[in-house]
């Protein structure tokens, strides 16, 4: 391909435990080896790409690096025999904007064995409304269900419910027939959660009870937690027998401190929730569903387009639990 060049989102290393983020002209030499290119329409913003833009180690180890773990666009060049020229495509998680440019750039190379073709029924903008928040919701409530989770079993708790995993799994959880109990710190976000299907609206202060009793009084059939900490714990203790509790995130805190009781007094299950690596054909099994029979009613509810010029400000926000729903970034 003759050598041009595009636009990114890059972080560079200022100094140590200092980065600084812009928009830089790259060349196609910039991408790492792969079997398919790809000219990126839409990204989305991730709390990991919010992380990986702020200098954490724990998700990017070198810079310069151009964040976003979501793309969904159009292939220019394949040498893998599954994708043509033209074909549009989805990528998240892998490496992809870890240690792999991602998709805050107009163009991404990535190996053929991450690349999801766009499922019928969502557009490339609508996946990327989705991205890994939304597959992510998705996958936490499919590992729920496989394990026994039904709607008439009671409502279903979601904290960090204005979020881009919260509001997917509220809106999911509506959409699959369920009651959605929406938690946020949020007061002025009531009317969107409702909007998307929740319920109930509780505060976050309502999921956050101190560790002084081993139990709580039962109150959701199961829930999907994206804050972790005494937000999990609180969501565990005051869960139906037989619920099953999806943990996914760490907003609040990666740690976890509650007793055995609920898993064995009450057969509580608590399921872990890992996107990045999902194995291929559960995940496009996923995709199709969202696609499908879980495709969200008025996905644009959740949506915010920015440009990737605008992206930065949203960055910040994200890292401060200031956005709401998903961020959608327009690389066309
Ligand atoms: N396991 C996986 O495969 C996977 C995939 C995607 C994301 N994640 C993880 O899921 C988490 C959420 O990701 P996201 O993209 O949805 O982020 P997000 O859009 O920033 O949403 C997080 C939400 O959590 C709430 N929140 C923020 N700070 C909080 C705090 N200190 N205590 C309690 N609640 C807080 C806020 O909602 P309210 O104001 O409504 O409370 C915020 O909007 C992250 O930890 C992310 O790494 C994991």
């Keep these: 391909m003759p050598s041009f060049t595009y636009k990114a989102l890059r972080v560079h290393e200022i100094s140590e435990n200092q980065v600084e983020r812009s928009i830089t002209s790259c060349t196609l030499d910039d991408l790492p080896p792969g079997e398919v290119l790809v000219r990126v329409h839409y990204s989305s913003l ?17 810079y310069p690096h151009t964040p976003g773990i979501d793309a969904a666009g159009v292939v220019e060049e394949s040498s893998d025999a599954r994708y043509q020229r033209g074909d549009e495509v989805i990528v998240t998680s ?5 240690n792999t440019p991602g998709g805050f750039g107009q163009y991404i190379r990535v190996p053929a064995d991450w690349v999801v073709p766009r499922p019928q029924g969502l557009s490339l ?20 269900e ?12 979601v904290t960090g419910a204005t979020g881009g995993v919260g509001s997917s799994a509220v809106a999911l959880l509506a959409k699959a027939g369920y009651q959605p ?29 101190p560790l002084r009793k081993p139990m709580l009084s039962s109150r959701w059939a199961g829930a999907i937690d994206s ?13 139906a027998p037989n619920g099953n509790v999806a943990t996914c995130g760490l907003v609040g805190s990666p740690n976890l401190s509650v007793t055995v009781f609920p898993f064995i007094i009450r057969g ?7 996107s990045a690596e999902c194995p291929m054909p559960l995940r496009l099994q996923i995709w199709q569903k969202l696609a499908t029979t ?10 915010h387009l920015c440009s990737l010029d605008h992206l930065n400000g949203y960055i910040d926000l994200m890292l401060q639990g200031k956005t709401r729903g998903r961020i959608v970034v327009d690389l066309r």
């Design 94 to 98: 892998y490496d992809l904007g870890m």
């Design 181 to 209: 109990i929406a938690s946020t710190g949020k007061q002025d976000l009531h009317a969107y959660l409702e909007a998307l299907g929740a319920t109930e609206i509780i505060s976050r202060e309502a999921v956050d009870e």
């Design 268 to 274: 509580v299950n608590l399921l872990g929730v890992e």
């Design 227 to 239: 804050v972790g900490g005494s937000t999990l714990g609180t969501a565990i203790r005051a869960c």
């Design 146 to 157: 496989q394990n026994g989770q039904h709607p008439d079993q009671g409502p279903v708790l």
């Design 46 to 62: 991730n709390y990991k790409d919010a992380l990986s833009a702020t200098g954490n180690r724990g998700v990017t180890r070198h």
């Design 294 to 303: 879980w495709r969200i009613d008025h996905l644009s509810q959740i949506a």
């Design 125 to 144: 903008y609508e996946s990327m409304i989705l991205g890994t928040a939304g597959f992510t919701a998705a996958l936490a409530l499919h590992k729920m």
